[in-house]
């Protein structure tokens, strides 16, 4: 099963405006990251966050993690065209000699130019 | 460099029929993963070769699924007697030794008629 979901399912926005995109997951972890992915292929990765690290930053992106509430948040500032896409997060329980990752159900990012 | 490579990238087969789907990981990647995406969701991990061993195969759905790595570089994943239900995109990953990210192949889209 699906280790995490994503709020919202769909977002639509405006050029330039800001995209928050939420994670909730279930179990304990070592790391979160959050992937980005086109038409449905490939997977690119954008971002990992430890579970003592509470933000992150990358570029135009900023994650914010809470283990306490077993939540993150992706933030993608500015946004451009390019950007629309699927933005998955994905957990890594940190089983010892694996790094599988849980993925959650995604969130449909578009920007309108 | 090159990046993770599947071959074929679309595969139609009739209900009953083996299949096998491969994947390069990059060179000198020493993990491997499988992952199964179907429309609509995030990606869910199959199983997990550190070098030549499977570490980690309690994704696979059951034993129509095998996968093998013999030298540790290519992999394969083998689908005996397909069904309708096998039908999703078939993604691989790979990750050198210590690092957590993963870098994801194109997949392979599966369409079992």
């Known amino acids: 099963s699906q280790q995490g979901e994503e709020d919202p399912q769909a977002l639509s926005i405006q050029e330039g405006e800001n995209a928050t995109m939420n994670c909730s997951y279930k179990?304990?972890?070592?790391?979160l990251q959050w992937y980005r992915q086109n038409s449905g292929r490939g997977l690119v990765h954008l971002i990992l966050?430890?579970?003592?690290?509470r933000e992150k930053h990358s570029g135009r992106l900023r994650v914010t993690l809470d283990t306490s509430k077993k939540s993150s948040s992706l933030l993608i500032t500015a946004s451009r065209a390019a950007d629309t896409a699927s933005y998955f997060c994905a957990t890594d329980p940190g089983q010892t000699g694996a790094n599988n990752l849980f993925f959650g159900t995604g969130t449909r990012l578009t920007v309108i130019p | 460099g090159a990046g993770v490579s599947q071959t074929p990238s679309n595969k139609v087969t009739e209900k009953g029929k083996y299949v096998e789907l491969r994947c390069d990981p990059i060179s000198g990647h020493t993990a491997l993963y499988w992952y199964r995406q179907s429309l609509g969701q995030g990606p869910e991990f199959l199983i997990y070769f550190q070098g030549t061993g499977a570490a980690d195969d309690s994704g696979l759905p059951n034993d129509r699924f095998f996968a093998v790595r013999p030298e540790g570089s290519v992999s394969t994943l083998k689908i005996q007697r397909t069904e309708r239900g096998d039908s999703a995109v078939y993604l691989c990953?790979?990750?050198?030794?210590?690092?957590?990210?993963?870098?994801f192949g194109p997949g392979t889209r599966l369409l079992v008629l």
């Open positions: 990953a790979s990750s050198p030794r210590g690092e957590e990210t993963q870098y």
């Open positions: 966050i430890r579970s003592n690290e």
């Open positions: 179990t304990s972890i070592n790391n």
